[in-house]
């Protein structure tokens, strides 16, 4: 399939179409919601399915096969915030804490689109490997510290009386929902192994991408209520919102290539690269940057970036990984 075919095919996936419709429902004022506590629901059993089919697949991997990954996904996303803030306060001329706020998102990742990625490349039949999830885990972190680091180093003299609580930030960063399922689903999986995710496949396996089109219904109306901030957001925010993934993505997928990752891999490794932060990153800008405008980080990311890679990025990335591997 060519990279044409492969954007029609995920854009005409029910995972997408259920986002268009939670957009479509948000524009025309309809009052389709689900209920909190489902939508919560829905994203602990995506959060900690995830982990845990990836500790099975990690218990049954070598070693030697997982740490040149492990490394290469940790470095990545541990440079990533260094160019991404040099770009904005290069280009766009935004704030000390503006810019490290865009880094510390841009840099880090997104649990749902990794989903989205590996329904797509499972749907396509494409092979990938399984200790992928605990590259989600590794990289979700080092970003993040990174560009609050960043932050406090580049902050204005003026800011200097608003120190950052690095204790505060880590503890609600690595406490939080989403990191808790993560590693605690891949410790799971890890223990247990094959023989223990038999138990509860039915419930874990088979159902993971009804579960995921329901979570996306309800993204995309969360998606659609920050459109009206792109008229605010600017010409090079919608820009950097798309180039910026295109760019990670690219260099995802060849540094899959690098070490060895098959081309299911390498797309996945892509994916990761070019995906955005919303969860664990807005918490802790929050807490750490709260003079940073949101309108920015949260329009980019939930606005731009978020639908781009959902029916765009996926397949682009999913090409050019095999563009190079052909290569």
Do not use: C
């Amino acid at each position: 399939m060519d990279t044409v075919d492969l954007v029609r095919a995920n854009l005409l996936s029910p995972m997408v179409l259920a986002f268009v419709l939670g957009v479509v429902a948000r524009l025309v004022r309809s009052d389709l919601k689900l209920p909190e506590g489902i939508y919560a629901a829905l994203s602990i059993y995506l959060l900690f399915a995830i982990g845990l089919k990836g500790g099975v697949s990690l218990s049954l991997t070598p070693a030697g096969e997982v740490w040149l990954p492990a490394l290469a996904a940790v470095v990545f996303a541990t440079i990533a915030p260094v160019w991404i803030y040099a770009v904005v306060r290069g280009v766009a001329r935004m704030s000390v804490a503006d810019a490290a706020a865009l880094a510390a998102h841009y840099g880090s990742v997104s649990v749902v689109t990794f989903t989205a990625a590996i329904a797509f490349l499972d749907t396509l039949g494409v092979p990938y490997e399984g200790y992928m999830p605990a590259l989600v885990a590794l990289m979700e972190i080092p970003a993040i510290v990174v560009a609050l680091m960043i932050a406090r180093v580049q902050a204005p003299p003026a800011a200097e009386h608003t120190p950052v609580s690095w204790h505060t930030v880590l503890h609600e960063v690595l406490a939080g929902r989403g990191s808790v399922l993560l590693i605690g689903g891949l410790s799971i999986g890890l223990l247990s192994g094959a023989g223990g995710f038999a138990q509860v496949a039915p419930f874990f396996d088979a159902p993971f991408k009804g579960v995921l089109v329901f979570f996306l219904l309800e993204m995309g109306m969360v998606a659609a209520g920050r459109l009206g901030d792109l008229r605010r957001a600017g010409a090079f925010l919608v820009a950097f919102g798309i180039l910026m993934p295109i760019a990670h993505g690219a260099l995802g997928a060849a540094l899959g290539w690098m070490i060895g990752l098959s081309p299911g891999g390498s797309t996945v490794l892509g994916v990761l690269a070019a995906s955005a932060s919303y969860i664990a990153a807005p918490v802790a800008v929050r807490i750490a940057l709260p003079e940073a405008n949101p309108g920015y980080y949260l329009t980019a990311t939930l606005a731009i970036t978020f639908p781009f890679n959902l029916a765009v990025g996926i397949p682009l990335y999913h090409a050019i990984a095999g563009l190079i591997h052909a290569w």
